[in-house]
């Protein structure tokens, strides 16, 4: 009897998780570049054999042959579905959409004196100028929740208040001196764009960003393994465009529907092995 409450507490504790996933995804349904999460459920008996040792996948069995009693589920995969949102028009000629694959580099300033920037990554391109209070006339380009858009060498992009600025598609920035018909350049700075090779990797840090967890990765590697600087001819970008979130109400709202089902039916057969248990008690006495 103990079994079946266990069963059922583990299974509630899973579709629990998997309603936090889905109220997640739809709370934002409107934030540019969010990618959401899906998750999965994985048998407990299954995974256990699978990972017994020996050719037989055996070795431990208490059971008689035949005889296998289950533990229900608990929560597998908590996958990122990195599929492409739809393209938004806005006035913002500082906004930035990546086609296809790739992720911003944002430096987040350390909270200690001199410590090096914290890496993180976004797909939300809603960058702002911020002016730079260390060079009076320059300015850098902020993320909306913080941090500085980074270059292809991983530091600040710089602007100043002389050039008005075009972004290419390859991530180059064109600089058209306000004074000068004819004066075009190229900063010699581009959009920093990189692929990470594990999306699964990323941690949401809260703000549209992810930064890897060294927690996950195997042993003997660190977060630059997975990370790689895209090159121009790699990189496409789209200015003053923003990518909308990937998530679609009709499918979540579908997901939550069964999910609820699957809740309330655990929680039916957790009151019902309570009261068989009440009444064996009972017996007993």
């Given amino acids: 009897m103990n079994t ?3 069963i059922a507490a583990g299974s509630l504790r899973a579709y629990q998780q998997k309603l936090d996933t889905i109220s997640n995804n739809v709370a934002n349904v409107n934030t540019p570049g969010f990618k959401r999460t899906q998750q999965s459920f994985s048998e407990i008996l299954a995974n256990q054999i699978n990972n017994q040792p020996g050719a037989t996948l055996e070795v431990g069995r208490q059971t008689p042959n035949g005889v296998r009693p289950s533990y229900g589920v608990r929560t597998g995969l908590t996958q990122m579905d990195t599929t492409q949102g739809a393209p938004m028009q806005t006035d913002n000629p500082f906004a930035l959409m990546i086609n296809g694959n790739g992720f911003f580099q944002i430096g987040v300033p350390s909270q200690t004196v001199g410590g090096a920037m914290e890496m993180r990554y976004t797909r939300d391109g809603n960058f702002q100028l911020s002016p730079n209070p260390n060079s009076p006339g320059t300015y850098n380009l902020v993320h909306p929740n913080g ?6 060498n991983g530091s600040p992009i710089v602007l100043n208040d002389q050039n008005e600025v075009q972004f290419q598609s390859n991530g180059d920035i064109l ?5 000068s018909v004819s004066g075009e350049s190229l900063s010699g700075q581009r959009v920093g764009i990189v692929d990470i090779q594990n999306p699964n990797l990323l941690k949401n840090m809260g703000g549209n960003q992810y930064m890897i967890d060294p927690a996950v990765l195997p042993n003997g590697t660190n977060p630059a393994n997975f990370v790689r600087t895209m090159g121009a001819n790699e990189i496409s970008v789209s200015a003053g465009y923003l990518e909308a979130s990937n ?13 609820q089902r699957g809740f309330q039916l655990n929680a039916r057969a957790m009151s019902y092995a309570d009261q068989m248990l009440g009444i064996a008690n009972g017996i007993m006495k």
């Fill in 4 to 6: 079946s409450i266990s």
């Fill in 247 to 259: 998530v679609d109400l009709a499918t979540e709202m579908t997901e939550l529907l069964l999910t």
């Fill in 175 to 179: 600089l058209k001196n306000k004074n």
């Fill in 147 to 152: 941090g500085y858009l980074l270059d292809q």
